[in-house]
């Protein structure tokens, strides 16, 4: 039986499969790829042939563009397998974002699993994680430090509730990744009974629809209207606002009455990262493992070696060797870049009624 570091390489273009002949979420454009999930630092553009599950391929057509999301796209549905140039490949549930997988190579009795980004937490907009027993387990490490132990969500949703009640004068603002966080929050608000209309800004329409299109019901979505005269405000008193991370630094915010800014993130356990970026209420929900979840997940699939693609390797690799586990850090420079999403851009002027 081979080892799998005969046969899985790091290119220039990333994690490469010699005998498939194929890159796993490549960081620049290759002939083959097979892409974990949508978020921009894994899906990349203009790839030759692209295999991912459907939801996957659907997201990167609508972020992407049709014409860059691969030049062929082969669709393999969770718990299917597929054969390139010899190789097995099985994509299994990763429970980060809808359509996440992790890719399951196997080779002449070896076997290798590449989880992507993945979180253990129930999430009701995505297939939960599934422990897969390999020889090597390829894993990030976004969270792996002892500080990074994330409270339940469902608790999180709970607060940002509580804050409207106690501020019901104020609009909540909430910082959201546009793909999976957003989806998961409102999701968990629903679960919550919050059943009125939630408002985004216009950044976050498209993959919300998507969401639903690809039966994800996410309730009354409204766009955040604009105000009536020029230099209007104090609009959406008592209702949550979602926008991309960073909005409430642009002009846009003026529209709302005295938001409360809020961010979802796993970042928000750091409260100088909070407060740098003047969060009054930060929201600790995070689509990754925490580093609990990190060390239980590594136990869980067996595997005697693990390569950790980014994050925090050293930390990691640290921890699995006390063991008896082979740590190794792949040092994939460009993943990862989607957990800090850049400032939004202040959206175009709408007419009076019109949404964001």
Same mark, same amino acid.
């Given at each position: 039986?081979?080892?799998? @570091?005969?046969?899985?390489?790091?290119?220039?273009?990333g994690?490469?499969?010699?005998p498939?002949?194929?890159?796993?979420?490549?960081?620049?454009?290759?002939?083959?790829a097979?892409?974990?999930?949508?978020?921009?630092?894994?899906a990349?553009?203009?790839?030759?042939?692209?295999?991912?599950?459907?939801? !996957?391929?659907?997201?990167?057509?609508?972020?992407?563009?049709?014409?860059?999301?691969?030049?062929?796209?082969?669709?393999?549905?969770?718990?299917?397998?597929? !054969?390139?140039?010899?190789?097995?490949?099985?994509?299994?549930p990763?429970?980060?974002?809808?359509?996440?997988?992790?890719?399951v190579?196997?080779?002449?009795g070896s076997?290798?699993?590449?989880?992507?980004?993945?979180?253990?937490?129930?999430?009701?907009?995505?297939?939960?994680?599934?422990?897969?027993?390999?020889?090597?387990f390829?894993?990030?490490?976004?969270?792996?430090?002892?500080?990074?132990?994330?409270?339940?969500?469902?608790?999180?949703?709970?607060?940002?509730? @509580?804050?409207?009640?106690?501020f019901?004068?104020?609009?909540?603002?909430?910082?959201?990744?546009?793909?999976?966080?957003?989806?998961?929050?409102i999701?968990?608000?629903?679960?919550?009974?919050?059943?009125?209309?939630i408002?985004?800004?216009?950044?976050?329409?498209?993959?919300?629809?998507?969401?639903?299109?690809?039966?994800?019901?996410?309730?009354?979505?409204?766009?955040?209207?604009?105000?009536?005269?020029?230099?209007?405000?104090?609009?959406?008193?008592? @209702?949550?606002?979602?926008?991309?991370?960073?909005?409430?630094a !642009?002009?846009?915010?003026?529209?709302?009455?005295?938001p409360?800014?809020?961010?979802?993130?796993g970042?928000?356990?750091?409260?100088?990262r909070?407060?740098?970026?003047?969060?009054?209420?930060?929201?600790?929900?995070s689509?990754?493992?925490?580093?609990?979840?990190?060390?239980?997940?590594?136990? @869980?699939v067996?595997?005697?070696?693990?390569?950790?693609?980014?994050?925090?390797?050293?930390?990691?690799?640290?921890?699995?060797?006390?063991?008896?586990?082979?740590?190794?850090?792949l040092?994939?420079?460009?993943?990862?870049?989607?957990?800090?999403?850049?400032?939004?851009?202040?959206?175009?002027?709408?007419?009076?009624?019109?949404?964001?």
């Amino acid at each position: 039986m081979p080892h799998p @570091e005969s046969w899985m390489r790091v290119t220039p273009a990333g994690l490469y499969c010699e005998p498939g002949d194929f890159h796993v979420d490549p960081l620049r454009p290759v002939p083959r790829a097979v892409i974990t999930h949508g978020h921009s630092d894994h899906a990349r553009p203009d790839h030759g042939a692209v295999l991912a599950t459907p939801e !996957t391929l659907a997201i990167m057509r609508a972020r992407l563009g049709e014409g860059r999301a691969g030049r062929s796209q082969q669709a393999l549905r969770l718990g299917q397998a597929a !054969t390139l140039g010899g190789v097995t490949v099985r994509l299994e549930p990763a429970g980060h974002v809808l359509g996440s997988a992790q890719v399951v190579i196997e080779w002449r009795g070896s076997r290798v699993v590449v989880s992507g980004d993945y979180k253990r937490r129930r999430d009701p907009t995505c297939a939960g994680f599934e422990p897969v027993p390999c020889d090597v387990f390829v894993t990030e490490a976004t969270f792996a430090l002892p500080v990074f132990r994330h409270p339940p969500a469902e608790a999180e949703a709970a607060r940002l509730l @509580e804050s409207l009640r106690l501020f019901p004068d104020r609009a909540h603002l909430v910082g959201v990744y546009a793909l999976g966080k957003c989806q998961r929050l409102i999701a968990l608000l629903r679960e919550a009974g919050w059943d009125r209309p939630i408002h985004i800004h216009g950044g976050l329409q498209r993959l919300c629809d998507l969401y639903g299109e690809l039966g994800v019901p996410l309730g009354e979505l409204r766009p955040v209207p604009a105000p009536e005269k020029r230099g209007g405000g104090g609009l959406l008193a008592g @209702e949550i606002v979602l926008a991309p991370s960073g909005a409430e630094a !642009t002009p846009w915010v003026r529209r709302l009455a005295d938001p409360v800014v809020c961010a979802a993130s796993g970042w928000m356990r750091v409260r100088q990262r909070a407060k740098a970026k003047g969060v009054e209420l930060p929201l600790i929900v995070s689509d990754h493992a925490d580093w609990d979840e990190l060390l239980a997940t590594c136990a @869980e699939v067996e595997a005697p070696e693990v390569w950790v693609t980014h994050g925090r390797d050293d930390a990691l690799v640290h921890a699995l060797a006390g063991r008896g586990v082979r740590g190794r850090a792949l040092h994939l420079v460009g993943l990862g870049e989607e957990d800090e999403e850049p400032a939004a851009p202040a959206p175009a002027p709408a007419p009076a009624g019109e949404g964001a």
